[in-house]
């Protein structure tokens, strides 16, 4: 991913806590508009049925990396960032199987957002931290950029900080207080945590935008939210689309999903 894509990516992320009915009426015209589209007529796959079978045992640990382990040596995916997108998938299954989320779709936004973690030379620990950060550019309503502070940083700082998105999958601060959600908190919790309908969740569940295990589960939160039923290609696209408003952006991301699930 190019620093100007991470600058388009940082200028159209949308945070719905704050600007919900701005967004449905920017989603209603565009979507629309991209709806009439040939380019995407399907959702790409959901995923294969071997992450979603790990759900019958609470000990799948050893069988998830041994999955991650082969879609990263098959589709040149970090093993790190490929188990982090099943996890996620796992667990919105378990709790949102209405939502039909599957790992390919949280690989092909990771893909173009970040590289899957790599942008310049980027890593992932084996926490699933990556280092050093990945940092777009400060939202601050110039070179055609929405104009966002972060309120927690501009009170620690005293003076207004803008917005930057942050991570693999590039939140903003706002966004991440919002959908932001620490993986592997336990099973009994996983329904309470990943309900869309809560408006914010307890700080020490918030996780960091920083780990790409909480960040493809907060993505995952965020776009069952959006996109209902993401079997359909009008769930599926409508979900993308309010990640990025931007058709472009939603054909690179069906390109990267669709290569990952026909592999």
């Not at 959901?46 to 999955?67: K, M, P, Q, S």
């Not at 709790?95 to 893909?111: S, V, Y």
């Not at 400060?138 to 009170?155: E, H, W």
């Amino acid at each position: 991913m190019s620093p100007s894509a991470l600058r388009r990516a940082g200028r159209r992320r949308i945070c719905l806590s704050v600007l919900t009915p701005l967004l449905v009426v920017v989603a209603a015209v565009g979507f629309d508009r991209y709806a009439q589209s040939e380019r995407i007529t399907a959702a790409p796959g959901v995923g294969d049925a071997t992450a979603i079978e790990l759900l019958a045992t609470d000990a799948h640990t050893n069988a998830l990396d041994t999955w991650a382990h082969k879609r990263a040596t098959t589709l040149s995916i970090p093993m790190r960032a490929a188990r982090a997108y099943g996890y996620a998938a796992i667990v919105v299954a378990k709790a949102q199987p209405e939502c039909h989320l599957g790992w390919t779709t949280l690989a092909g936004i990771a893909k173009i957002e970040s590289d899957h973690g790599r942008f310049r030379g980027a890593t992932i620990t084996a926490e699933g931290l990556v280092r050093p950060v990945i940092r777009g550019v400060a939202l601050d309503g110039t070179n055609g950029n929405a104009r966002i502070v972060d309120p927690q940083a501009t009170a620690r700082a005293e003076q207004t900080v803008f917005a930057r998105a942050a991570g693999p999958f590039q939140f903003i601060p706002d966004t991440w207080q919002r959908w932001g959600i620490r993986a592997g908190v336990g099973r009994e919790n996983l329904e309470r945590l990943i309900d869309a309908g809560k408006t914010g969740l307890p700080k020490e569940t918030l996780g960091s935008p920083d780990n790409i295990d909480d960040a493809a589960l907060a993505a995952a939160r965020y776009l069952c939210a959006s996109g209902g039923d993401l079997s359909t290609s009008v769930g599926w696209r409508q979900a993308i689309f309010s990640y990025n408003h931007s058709d472009a952006y939603v054909a690179q991301v069906h390109a990267a999903a669709s290569s990952y699930a026909t592999r």
